[in-house]
Every structure is written in C-alpha cells, then in structure tokens.
C-alpha cells in the first residue's frame, strides 16, 4: 500500500487563470486524472474539486484561490483520518529553471502562500512536496510573471516537465517519496518513454476579497 493517500495541486479557479505559471499544480493533476481515466467532480462541501483514481488515491484541487488552499486540504485530510506526512502537495517554484523538479518530504513554505497556508491548517512542515520549476522573474515584475502564460518557446519544456511530474507521482505512489527523488532530483530530465502505471516567493493572485 502506498505511503501516500492524497495528492494536493495548487492553482487559482476560473478560467481567467487556466495556463497560468501559478497553475501547474492544476495542471499536473489534470493530466494524473486523464491518465487514469476518471474526471474531477465539485465539491463544495470541501471548497475543492476531487477525482479518486482506481488505487483510491485522491487528487484535490483547492477552489478557495491560492492563499487559502489549506482550508480544503485540512478539511479532506481530517475526514479521511490521514496524517500530513500522507498529503503530496505538487506547486509551481519560482526560484527552480522550467524543466526542473524538485521532490521533498518536508520542507518551508519558501515564500508560496498557497504553501503557507497549508503548513498553517496541517500545523507542521512535515509533509511531502513537489516543487515544479517556471523560471524566476524579470526584477519587479513578480506578480505578472506567476500570473501570466508560458510562451511558445516554452511549451515543450513545459510539456516535458508536467510528464515527468506524472512520473515522479506514479514512482511516488508505488514506492514511496525517497524513492520517485532519488530518481527525478538530480537533474532537468525528459519523460521515461514507458507506459509504466504506478510500477516554487512570491505574491500569489493579488488578495482576494480579504484573503
């Protein structure tokens, strides 16, 4: 059984932010849930949109706006009885190069507010993390660059970057967290060709309604 129960993306809801830099945790979830052929659903009751894959693996998108993720984690970890160090929470990561990923069983916030708030509602830094590069920013222009899309020039790193994400998750999954970063931390690395199944300081959206 794996050591892992939920598997928590970061992102801003609505379309206005689909695309977005901020949103490559949604993003890699998306892309976990197509693989394993289930759809997410609304569910208010957790201000989040969950998919359950066939392991029984949750995957949840917070729908409270990046700085207040955590309220939707605590709330589905606790009904589950599941502890933090059983919550992987995947995030965009500033001060990574696009391409690179970074796989940690504990950690700081590091300056993400979507992070901040989950340490907050989970009371400990002690759960795992996957950081995924987007690139820093032009000095000043913070807010705009987490915020806006990836360019052209961009995308196959990007699409590169989200497969490998997917195949540090299913390693993750399948043979714990130390595992999938022994093999996917050391360098920027291009998807495995296999169909193998399970075997990133900043200001966030600008505050919203009082967050």
């Known amino acids: 059984m794996s050591e892992l129960s939920l598997i928590v993306g970061l992102g801003n809801p609505g379309r206005s932010y689909e695309q977005t830099r901020h949103n490559v945790g949604f993003d890699l979830l998306d892309r976990i849930a197509r693989r394993g052929g289930v759809e997410f659903q609304s569910k208010p009751r957790w201000q ?111 699409e590169n970057a989200l497969a490998t994400a997917e195949q540090a998750v299913q390693l993750a999954l399948a043979r714990g967290v130390a595992a999938a970063a022994n093999r996917y931390n050391a360098s920027i690395h291009a998807p495995e060709n296999s169909n193998h199944e399970p075997e990133v300081r900043r200001p966030d959206r600008p505050e919203h309604q009082g967050d």
């Not at 693996?57 to 599941?82: E, I």
């Not at 500033?94 to 916030?109: N, Y």
């Open 48 to 158: 989040a949109h969950l998919a359950r894959l066939a392991d029984g693996t949750l995957l949840l998108k917070p729908q409270t706006f990046m700085n207040l993720s955590g309220r939707a984690v605590r709330q589905v970890a606790d009904f589950h009885r599941w502890p933090p160090q059983r919550v992987l929470v995947a995030y965009d990561d500033i001060a990574l190069p696009l391409g690179r990923l970074r796989l940690r069983e504990k950690g700081s916030a590091g300056g993400h507010n979507g992070m901040r708030s989950i340490i907050e509602h989970l009371g400990t830094e002690a759960f795992p993390r996957l950081r995924i590069g987007i690139g820093s920013s032009q000095p000043g222009g913070l807010t705009g660059h987490v915020l806006g899309r990836f360019g052209e020039d961009e995308r196959e790193t990007l």
